[in-house]
C-alpha cells in the first residue's frame, strides 16, 4: 500500500512538472521565434488557416508542444524539419523555393509580369502605329468626301 502511494504521489509529481514545463512563459525572444512558427505553417487541423489563426483545441496542444521544444533548446530549422516530416509538405503556407513547384510558385508571378508588360508594349506600340496611319491616310474618293461633308452639314 505504502509503494502504491508512492507511485501515485511521484507520477502526480511529475504529470505536475512536465504540465508547468510546457505550459511555462517563454522568454520574449524565444516566444517571437514561436509565433513565428505559428504563422509559417499551415494548420493541420483547420482548413486553409495558419496554425496561430485556428481556434481548435489541436493547434493550441501543438503550438504548445512547439513552445516546449523551443524551450528544450531547439531551433526554429529543427522544430520545421519535424513538422514537415509529421505532417507532410501540406503543412508549408509558403511554396519550398529549392523544389521544381516550388520555384514554380515563386518565379511565376514575376514571369506573368513580364510577360504582362511585353504584352503591353507590343500593344502600345501597334496603337500608336495605327493612329499614325489614321491621320495621314489614303485620300478619300471624291464621292465620299462629298457625302461625308453633307453629313457633316446637317449638324
Known amino acids: 500500500m505504502k509503494l502504491a502511494l508512492q507511485i501515485i504521489f511521484a507520477s502526480c509529481a511529475l504529470w ?3 504540465a508547468t514545463a ?3 512563459e ?3 525572444a524565444k516566444e517571437a521565434v514561436a509565433q513565428e512558427i505559428f504563422g509559417s505553417v499551415m494548420s493541420p487541423y483547420c482548413v486553409a488557416r ?3 489563426d485556428c481556434p481548435s483545441s ?3 496542444e501543438l503550438q504548445q508542444q512547439i513552445r516546449g521544444k523551443l524551450a528544450a533548446g531547439k531551433s526554429k530549422d529543427e522544430i520545421f524539419q519535424e513538422l514537415y516530416a509529421t505532417y507532410g509538405q501540406k503543412i ?3 511554396p519550398d523555393e529549392k523544389s521544381g513547384l516550388g520555384l514554380l510558385g515563386w518565379l511565376a508571378p514575376a514571369g506573368f509580369a513580364v510577360l504582362g508588360i511585353v504584352v503591353l ?3 502600345l506600340a501597334r496603337r500608336k502605329d495605327a493612329v499614325v496611319v489614321s491621320q495621314g491616310g489614303a485620300a478619300l474618293d471624291p ?3 462629298a457625302r461625308i461633308k453633307d453629313e457633316l452639314s446637317k449638324f
Do not use: I, K
Open 92 to 94: 508549408r503556407s509558403t
Open 143 to 145: 464621292q465620299m468626301e
Open 50 to 52: 495558419s496554425l496561430r
Open 58 to 60: 489541436a493547434a493550441r
Open 22 to 24: 510546457v505550459n511555462a
Open 121 to 123: 508594349a507590343v500593344w
Open 26 to 28: 517563454l522568454e520574449p
Open 16 to 18: 505536475f512538472f512536465v
